[in-house]
């Protein structure tokens, strides 16, 4: 039987705890309340610049040259999409994130949109936020560890989310649950989840509008529906994958050109002009309205999953600056809306919805944060559909994620062994099987030229002998 422990003890932890507490709110709602006023003075620009597009296509090449040239020569840390840029400082850099990052991806950003690249406005805001945060640390540097400078820069990729999406709860998740694959940091919790509420009452005092969707008729929580939504939460890993590779298959391509940096954006605009001239427009800019049209039931292209992520895949490879949050958005509704024109017509904004989130789990190995997400935006009877569709998903996606710098922590499959602790870009992944039957099949799927792309995708990421892999998990320490 233990013994009771001594009443001073106990007094003076809960002193220092209480200390700790206050300390955290403080400094976190003083961050929500910086970056929620930031964040949204960003969107209402962000707004004014997607009106001034009015279809001239011919702007694509020349907004994507400028927006590259103002990344090359001002702020390289400014390229991309924005959260990657914020989990690789927090990981790699103790949250240290340059202070003339902010007005440059402000500026790359407002010109990629007003032009009509597809990309999202959750990254450049995720990198806003944490850039207010990391100056907040500084300007609070004596007494701000760097380990709580890196609390200080998640708090501001909660209140960036929350700020941009109304939805806190989801927001203060998102931001702890997209640093690991497979951990949670709960010290994080709390002034995440301070800093993301204080961010959205903020947002809602400067007139943010946020869109929440009733998903129309659920099916009935039964068997069948939830074993339907699991099958469908595979498609969307499935989806969420293409979006990874394809991603990173047209930023390889481009990046092997040996030509002047900027001047890709002139290739990549022009082809972006090309496809939205010969295809369609509606797989430009953020894509809002096909998205809230489909949530509402309308039906999409079916093949608007394929169109939209090449959209994205140029757009952000050729000097686009923006997110990839409002395209995963895009891509999971018109999955879950064509999906529901083939087997469930009377569900068309209940699949859309699912469709939504589970893309998202899986592209970014959120399942926590998505599920909430969902019974924010949509309710929360949605909860168990959601839930279970991006469960799937984020099994299906593997060990892939639109962010590169997210530190592996956990083995999704009892048959692949994983380099734990590292980045998903610096892991490398190995399969456990005794009979040695599976590298055996890729090795005859290698010598057939048809599978010479899938022979090359895979041994990539798998040794094909088993001599070459780690030892069985069993015999790690």
């Known amino acids: 039987m233990s013994q009771p422990r001594p009443f001073r003890k106990t007094l003076l ?26 964040v949204s ?4 620009l962000l707004h004014w610049s ?6 001239q296509l011919w702007l694509l090449p020349i907004g994507l040259f400028v927006s590259s040239l103002l990344v090359y020569y001002l702020a390289p840390d400014a390229e991309g999409h924005g959260t990657e840029k914020v989990i690789e400082a927090i990981h790699k850099h103790e949250g240290n994130i340059r202070l003339r990052v902010i007005p440059v991806k402000l500026l790359a950003t407002l010109v990629t949109l007003g032009v009509g690249g597809s990309i999202g406005k959750e990254g450049p805001s995720a990198q806003i936020g944490a850039g207010l945060a990391s100056a907040l640390a500084k300007l609070f540097s004596f007494s701000i560890s760097p380990r709580d400078r890196k609390r200080l820069v998640v708090c501001g990729i909660s209140a960036g989310f929350a700020t941009v999406f109304g939805t806190p709860v989801a927001g203060a998740l998102f931001a702890i649950e997209v640093l690991f694959l497979g951990r949670i940091v709960y010290e994080i919790l709390y002034p995440s989840f301070v800093a993301s509420i204080t961010a959205f009452y903020l947002g809602q005092l400067w007139g943010n509008h946020y869109l929440h969707f009733d998903p129309g008729l659920l099916p009935k929580l039964n068997e069948w529906h939830v074993l339907q939504t699991c099958l469908f939460g595979l498609l969307c890993g499935l989806v969420a994958l293409f979006f990874i590779e394809t991603l990173k298959t047209v930023e390889h391509l481009f990046h092997s050109l040996k030509i002047w940096k900027p001047a890709k954006g002139l290739i990549g605009g022009g ?23 489909a949530l509402q039931g309308s039906p999409m292209p079916w093949d608007a999953v394929f169109w939209k992520t090449i959209a994205t895949s140029l757009t952000l490879a050729t000097g686009g600056s923006g997110g990839v949050i409002t395209p995963l958005f895009f891509l999971g509704t018109s999955l879950g809306n064509t999906f529901a024109q083939w087997f469930a017509p009377e569900h068309l904004a209940f699949f859309s919805a699912v469709g939504m989130v589970a893309v998202l789990a899986g ?3 959120t399942p926590l944060a998505c599920s909430v997400l969902a019974m924010e935006l949509f309710g929360s009877a949605i909860g168990p559909y959601a ?19 997210q530190v592996l922590a956990i083995e999704k499959s009892s ?9 998903l870009a610096e892991s490398s992944i190995a399969m456990d099987v005794e009979s040695g039957k599976i590298p055996a099949l890729i090795q005859t799927l290698g010598h057939n030229s048809r599978h010479a792309f899938f022979r090359h ?21």
């Open 363 to 365: 592209a970014t190995n």
């Open 415 to 423: 048959y692949l062994r994983t380099t734990q602790g590292k980045t």
């Open 13 to 38: 932890e809960e002193t220092l705890l209480i200390s700790d507490l206050f300390k955290w709110t403080l400094y976190a709602t003083l961050t929500g309340s910086v970056i929620g006023t930031g």
């Open 271 to 293: 082809i972006l002009a090309l496809l939205a001239w010969s295809i369609s427009p509606l797989y430009l800019g953020l894509g809002m309205k096909p998205i809230a049209d």
């Open 50 to 55: 997607e009106g001034m597009n009015h279809g």
């Open 457 to 477: 995708q895979f041994s990539q990421t798998m040794p094909l002998h088993p001599s070459d892999a780690e030892p069985p998990f069993s015999e790690r320490k």
């Open 387 to 405: 839930a279970a569709a991006c469960i799937a998903s984020f099994v299906i996606a593997g060990y892939r994620s639109v962010y590169p710098s």
């Open 41 to 44: 003075w960003f969107l209402k």
